[in-house]
């Protein structure tokens, strides 16, 4: 028995040497430790597309062009103001413009910027009547949440009949 581990252990020492590998004795079998062997599983998102708001609204904005009698409403919310417009995009021509920073819609003491959004809307009926512009053929936020002020001019649109 002394004469078989001397000569495993040689040949362990020639391997490491020769840099061959051993064959597995059958006298001395390896021991192969418990080891969990997790399968290889693809896991598919619920979501793998997220787009932005902007990317979304890019894409709708080349299905909806706006005429001279049906133009594009395109209403922007920055962190503190509002602006809107009427766009002919057939002729790239803006045809109402209003924001809540001009003075005529601020007012002499100034209001707050929700009054303000509610008043470039008031602002908006008045010139889309001067216009003869009944309905419009897209409204576009940008790609912006509803939040007050965005919500206070749609208030006043709406009871217009420009919004659904």
């Known amino acids: 028995m002394a004469a078989l581990t001397s000569l495993s252990s040689l040949q362990f020492r020639v391997s490491i040497i020769l840099g061959t590998r051993l064959k597995p004795c059958a006298l001395f079998p390896i021991r192969i430790t418990n080891t969990s062997i997790k399968p290889f599983v693809i896991e598919a998102r619920g979501n793998s597309r ?7 609204n890019l894409r709708s904005r080349k299905k909806f062009n706006g005429t001279q009698t049906k133009p594009r409403l395109s209403v922007f919310c920055s962190d503190k103001q509002l602006y809107a417009m009427l766009v002919d995009d057939f002729n790239k021509k803006c045809l109402f413009y209003a924001s809540t920073l001009q ?3 601020r007012g002499d003491p100034p209001c707050t910027v929700i009054e ?15 216009l003869k512009i009944n309905e419009i053929s897209s409204y576009d936020r940008n790609g912006n949440a509803r939040g007050e002020r965005m919500q206070a001019f749609e208030i006043a649109i709406a009871q217009h009949g420009f919004l659904p």
Not at 116 to 129: F, T
Request: hydrophobic share 35%.
């Open 103 to 105: 003075k005529s819609i």
């Open 116 to 130: 303000a959004a509610k008043r470039v809307g008031e602002e908006l009926i008045k010139a889309s009547i001067d």
């Open 50 to 56: 997220v787009e932005s708001p902007k990317t979304r």
